[in-house]
């Protein structure tokens, strides 16, 4: 029977790398403090497309309840968590999520995540303990060739306020520069300053190393609130390379692709392919449909991209038993003699090649015994 788009089986590798993925991620976030969490994986869509959320109900998928209230499978974990958490007792602070995503916008339908947030935290404080958890978990899946990128929402806001753009003028130009097209960015600000249309434009190429940040503290040498953005992803950069960290990049012309980001931004891209492994930032405004005025921060790992990266190996030594019906019972307790092993047991030897190791159950002096062949 054939599958709906978007749907698709898996065997083997892939499941067995993302099971190893997600249980070391359970053993980094348990040991860095964090709480787990789920939520349903059905939801009300209010959850996700009410006005600070913001959410495109479009891409879900969704049906009427018996009450006529639209439900959707879950889109997306942090606006989940939020709701979830907006009760709990600000004194817990750190939370760590597993599961799937449902999406009709994407390549697959289902994809599955993990993720942590922060919340009512420093704002300082959480934005580095996300990167380096992330640096963390990377490390111990054994991904190593990878890069962390850095933007931050309020520079594309800030150089936008003096337009006074409608929000679908708006809309437009985040869409232009998230797609970084800069004769697209032009056309809709023909009709403005001429300034501010360069400086958008201008924006877009301003990615690279720290090197562009001291670049912009000239070009914004009279504008403190952007000095103070540009002063606070250097403190970023510095702690990860602190750490051993050298892969970091900014893009101060980077937009938000969540509506709900309000702040740092932050993604790990594989070297290998370009990839997102992970992406995520800040979020403090979510909170406010719980009338909270608090700091909130995450990102969330695409777990089956990092399974496709994952190094798999298998230091177990795979074997085959031989066996018949009548001597099937002989072949299982012999398992007990190989522990460190992987088992096998078969009536007919279909592919040998497979096997590091073949034994056969065999009669001898009116007994049974497995030996080698």
Not at 13 to 38: D, G, H, P
Not at 245 to 267: A, H, Q, T, W
């Amino acid at each position: 029977m054939f599958l709906p788009a978007g749907s698709q089986d898996e065997t083997g590798v892939q499941i067995a790398n993302r099971l190893k993925a997600s249980e070391i991620f359970r053993k980094v976030t348990e040991k860095r403090n964090f709480k787990a969490i789920s939520t349903p994986v059905v939801e009300y869509a209010h959850t996700f497309t009410n006005k600070i959320a913001g959410m495109d109900l479009q891409s879900m998928l969704k049906w009427f309840n018996s009450e006529g209230e639209i439900e959707v499978l879950r889109p997306d974990w942090t606006a989940a968590v939020a709701r979830a958490i907006a009760k709990q007792h600000p004194s817990f602070q750190k939370w760590a999520y597993q599961g799937s995503v449902f999406r009709i916008d994407k390549d697959g339908t289902e994809s599955r995540q993990a993720g942590i947030e922060i919340v009512h935290a420093d704002p300082f404080l959480g934005e580095s303990e996300c990167l380096l958890t992330a640096v963390d978990y990377l490390k111990n899946i054994d991904i190593n060739n990878y890069v962390i990128e850095l933007g931050h929402t309020r520079i594309f806001e800030q150089m936008i306020a003096p337009l006074q753009l409608n929000q679908k003028e708006e809309e437009a130009l985040r869409s232009a520069m998230y797609d970084k097209r800069m004769d697209l960015v032009e056309d809709l600000l023909i009709n403005h300053s001429s300034e501010i249309k360069q400086d958008l434009v201008s924006l877009i190429d301003a990615y690279g190393g720290k090197e562009v940040i001291s670049q912009y503290e000239i070009v914004w040498a009279d504008q403190p609130e952007l000095l103070s953005i540009l002063d606070h992803i250097r403190k970023l950069i510095e702690l990860l390379e602190s750490t051993g960290l050298s892969e970091i990049i900014v893009d101060l012309g980077r937009v938000k692709n969540l509506p709900y980001y309000d702040g740092i931004m932050f993604r790990g891209f594989i070297t290998k392919d370009g990839s997102t492994c992970f992406s995520g930032g800040r979020y403090d405004r979510l909170y406010r449909q719980f009338e909270q005025e608090t700091s909130a921060v995450g990102l969330a790992f695409d777990v089956d991209l990092l399974a496709q990266h994952m190094i798999t190996e298998n230091s177990l030594s795979r074997g085959c038993i031989i066996a018949a019906p009548e001597t099937h019972a002989i072949a299982e307790k012999y398992r007990s003699e190989l522990p460190e092993d992987i088992v096998d047991i078969q009536y007919k030897l279909e592919n040998e090649a497979v096997y590091h190791t073949v034994y056969e159950v065999i009669r001898e002096n009116n007994q049974y015994k497995v030996v080698r062949k």
